[in-house]
C-alpha cells in the first residue's frame, strides 16, 4: 500500500478552507483598526474563561482553527496596544496599515537576508537608501536590525574596532576604555557597553544644559582628563530625542569635538530622529551629517510594526571590519561580503519591506505631515498644562514628549510625588488614556509621547481632562 505523499501540513483540515480562514483574518484586522480610529471608553480585561484556556497544557490533538483565532483576538484586545490613539505611556509604534500588510507577506515567504535573498536584497538596500534619505543622512552602508538596542550595539562595536584594532580578536586585553553620552542617554548604551566588553565603568554620563542636551563643556573636559589618565575614548553617543523628555544633544558642536579629539560620533535617533524630516524640528539636527554612524527605529515615530530598525554608517568598511568572518557554509563570491559578514545578528528576516511598502504608497510628504501633527500636539498639551493652574508643565519639548504633573494645594513635594505616580496607575486602570509616571529632576509626573498619527488635538484635550478628573479623586 503506498503511503500519502501529501505533506501534513497541506492535509490539515483546519487549513482545508483558505479562503475562509482569510476571510476571518480580513475582518478581525478591520475591526482592530476601526477600534483604532477612536480611544477606548475603558481598559477591557480577559474574561475567566480565556484566562483558564491560558493556562491549561500543550495539546496534542488539533483543535478547531476559527475558535484559536479568535481566542487570539479576545487576547490582543485585551491587551495593551499603542495603535490606541491614546497609548502616550512609552515610545511605541502605531501599527501602519501598510506596514500590517507588509509584515503578513514577509512572514508568508520567510526571507531570510543573512546570505543572498534575491530581488528582495535589491529592495532592502533601497529602503535603507530611502530612509537616510528622509532624514538626512549620508548613509554609505547600514542594515535594518532588530531594534534599537541591536543598533547601537552594532554601532559601538564597530567603534570599538576602530579605536582598538583586533579587539574583536584579542579582547579588550586591559585597554581603559570610554564611552560618553548624556545624563538622560537611554539604557540600551549601558547594555551596548557591557555587551562590547568595556565594562559600565567605561561610561562617563555628561551633565545637561539647561535644555536637558548633553553640556558640551563639560564633554570636552570629561574627555580631556581621560586622555590624561591613560584612557582611550572609544565613542561619543549623542541623543536625537532623549525618552525621557525628547531631548536632541547639540550634535554640530559635539561633532566638532568629536573631529578635534578623532572619536567616533554615533547618534542614538531610536525614538527622534525622525523629526530632522520635519521643518519644525530639522534645526535641531544640525551636525547630523557628520555622525560616524546614527540608529533610527522606523517602528517607533514612523508608526511601523515591530520591529524595524536601521543602523546607518556613514563611511564604508567598519562593519566588516567588526563582524567580517570566512566559514565554510558560507561562501564568499570572490571579495563580496554576505549581509551577515557585516551585521551583529544571523537570521535576518525582512524587516525592510515594511518601510518600503509604506514609504511607496504613502510618500515621504505624507511622513512628514504625521510627524509635524504630533509636535503640534506636543506644543498644544504644552500650552494647556501652562495655562492651567492645576499642572505644572516640568520642561519645554523639542520634540514630541511631555512631562507635566498634577498640582494639589498643600502637599509636599514628597506627598505631590506619591500623588502623580498613582495617578498615573489610577490613569492606567481607567483605561481612557494610557500614560505613564516618569521622573524629572525628582520630581514625579506625567510623561506623554505623542507618535501615533492617529491621536488629535481633541484626544490631547481629552486626555488633560480625564488627568483633572482622576487627579481630583485621588
Not at 41 to 66: N, Q
Not at 238 to 250: H, M
Not at 365 to 377: I, P, T
Request: proline content about 5%; glycine content about 6%; charged content about 20%.
Amino acid at each position: 500500500m503506498t503511503a500519502d505523499p501529501t505533506p501534513a501540513y497541506l492535509a490539515d483540515a483546519a487549513l482545508a478552507d483558505r479562503e475562509d480562514v482569510l476571510r476571518d483574518l480580513s475582518q478581525y484586522l478591520a475591526t482592530a483598526w476601526d477600534s483604532f480610529d477612536r480611544p477606548r471608553l475603558d481598559e477591557p480585561h480577559a474574561d475567566p474563561d480565556l484566562i483558564a484556556r491560558l493556562g491549561t497544557a500543550l495539546p496534542a490533538e488539533p483543535s478547531e482553527l476559527h475558535a484559536a483565532l479568535s481566542d487570539a483576538v479576545r487576547v490582543l484586545d485585551a491587551s495593551h496596544s499603542p495603535s490606541r490613539p491614546l497609548f502616550v505611556a512609552y515610545v511605541g509604534s502605531s501599527g501602519l496599515h501598510t506596514g500590517v500588510l507588509a509584515s503578513a507577506l514577509s512572514a508568508a515567504y520567510d526571507a531570510n537576508l543573512a546570505i543572498s535573498a534575491g530581488a528582495a536584497d535589491l529592495l532592502d538596500r533601497q529602503a535603507l537608501r530611502w530612509l537616510a534619505e528622509f532624514v538626512g543622512y549620508p548613509v554609505a552602508e547600514g542594515h535594518f536590525t532588530s531594534g534599537g538596542q541591536t543598533s547601537n550595539l552594532t554601532a559601538l562595536l564597530a567603534a570599538r574596532e576602530a579605536a582598538l584594532p583586533g579587539t574583536r580578536e584579542n579582547g579588550v586585553d586591559g585597554a581603559r576604555a570610554t564611552v560618553y553620552c548624556s545624563d538622560e542617554a537611554h539604557h540600551s548604551i549601558v547594555r551596548a557597553i557591557e555587551a562590547a566588553g568595556l565594562g559600565s565603568r567605561a561610561l562617563r554620563r555628561i551633565p545637561l544644559d539647561e535644555q536637558r542636551r548633553m553640556s558640551v563643556p563639560a564633554l570636552t573636559d570629561a574627555i580631556s582628563r581621560d586622555r590624561a589618565a591613560g584612557f582611550t575614548p572609544v565613542a561619543v553617543v549623542a541623543t536625537a530625542g532623549t525618552t525621557l523628555t525628547g531631548a536632541v544633544d547639540p550634535m554640530d558642536t559635539i561633532a566638532a569635538v568629536c573631529a578635534t579629539e578623532d572619536v567616533w560620533l554615533h547618534v542614538d535617533g531610536a525614538y527622534g530622529l525622525p523629526a530632522a524630516a520635519t521643518a519644525t524640528a530639522g534645526h535641531w539636527f544640525a551636525g547630523l551629517v557628520q555622525a560616524d554612524s546614527v540608529t533610527v527605529d522606523a517602528h517607533k515615530w514612523l508608526g511601523l510594526p515591530k520591529s524595524c530598525s536601521a543602523v546607518l554608517l556613514r563611511r564604508p568598511g567598519a562593519l566588516r571590519a567588526a563582524f567580517g568572518h570566512e566559514e565554510r557554509y558560507m561562501l564568499h563570491e570572490g571579495d563580496v561580503a554576505n549581509p551577515v559578514d557585516t551585521t551583529f545578528e544571523y537570521s535576518r528576516p525582512f524587516r525592510s519591506l515594511r518601510l518600503w511598502l509604506s514609504m511607496r504608497v504613502h510618500g515621504a510628504d505624507q511622513f512628514r505631515a504625521w510627524l509635524e501633527g504630533s509636535l503640534h500636539l506636543a506644543r498644544v498639551l504644552a500650552g494647556a498644562v501652562r495655562e492651567d493652574p492645576e499642572f505644572e508643565l516640568l520642561h519645554d519639548p523639542m520634540l514630541s514628549t511631555v512631562c507635566f504633573r498634577h498640582l494639589v494645594p498643600g502637599l509636599t513635594e514628597e506627598e505631590l510625588n506619591t500623588h502623580n505616580d498613582q495617578l498615573a496607575r489610577t490613569m492606567q486602570a481607567d483605561g481612557r488614556v494610557f500614560i505613564a509616571p516618569a521622573d524629572v529632576d525628582g520630581r514625579t509626573c506625567l510623561r506623554a509621547c505623542f507618535v501615533n498619527f492617529r491621536t488629535t488635538p481633541d484626544d490631547v484635550g481629552f486626555l488633560l481632562e480625564v488627568a483633572r478628573e482622576l487627579g481630583q479623586r485621588s
